[in-house]
């Protein structure tokens, strides 16, 4: 699992190494662009004005959505990947911390439309997921939706077989959804699968 620094030292190729991935139709961005196509056009059609994105990265997709008028708020523990997201998005409200410890109290405080978590929440464990979204359910707005894509897979028994498959690339420190043991716990939820090792959750608050 990279940690911060990793971040820090990724975040300029990052891009570009998520698309490389998503055209190849390979492990673990297949399917990448079409989850974040999916996000952007929902969030615009539902009217939702105020968006928080749950580890931002280089903001791909809320910069996009700044473009058409969002207010944006965001946590990503990575320095460098807020440094180059301010550039993009000058009025964001744009805060440091790693999440797994939960959000800081400005986030805590305010009320969304809408929550983004794309190709965040891997960092996880299974429990700390099922934590974490019950936690931050109650910031939306009634209405508003969570909108959680990430690798992710129907079955435990499917996540273990593609593991099986994909071999030695397969990243054993991330922690990937199993769609039919987070229900369990959450079980509202709507689970859409775009490719072979990638989904989108919709949770409404």
Not at 43 to 67: C, M, P, Q, R, W
Not at 108 to 119: P, V
Not at 147 to 158: A, L, W
Request: net charge negative; aromatic share 14%.
């Amino acid at each position: 699992m990279l940690n911060s620094k990793g971040f820090d030292l990724w975040a300029d190729g990052y891009d570009k190494s998520v698309g490389m991935s998503d055209e190849d139709g390979t492990y673990p961005f297949a399917g990448y662009k079409q989850i974040l196509n999916v996000i952007y056009n929902r969030v615009l059609t539902s009217k939702s004005n105020t968006v928080l994105d749950i580890g931002f990265g280089t903001a791909a997709l809320t910069a996009k959505l700044y473009e058409q008028g969002c207010h944006i708020w965001g946590q990503d523990f990575a320095g460098r990947m807020i440094e180059l997201v301010k550039e993009k998005m000058p009025e964001a409200r744009l805060f440091q911390g790693d999440f797994s410890r939960g959000l800081v109290d400005e986030l805590i405080y305010n009320r969304y439309d809408a929550i983004i978590a794309t190709y965040s929440l891997h960092h996880l464990s299974d429990e700390q997921k099922i934590h974490f979204i019950r936690k931050i359910l109650p910031l939306l707005h009634d209405g508003g939706c969570l909108y959680i894509g990430d690798v992710m897979f129907e079955t435990r028994t499917e996540l273990e077989r593609q593991k099986t498959l994909i071999g030695e690339e397969w990243d054993d420190e991330e922690f990937y959804f199993a769609v039919d043991e987070l229900t369990k716990f959450i079980p509202r939820v709507k689970y859409e699968k775009f490719s072979f090792c990638s989904g989108l959750l919709s949770i409404k608050g």
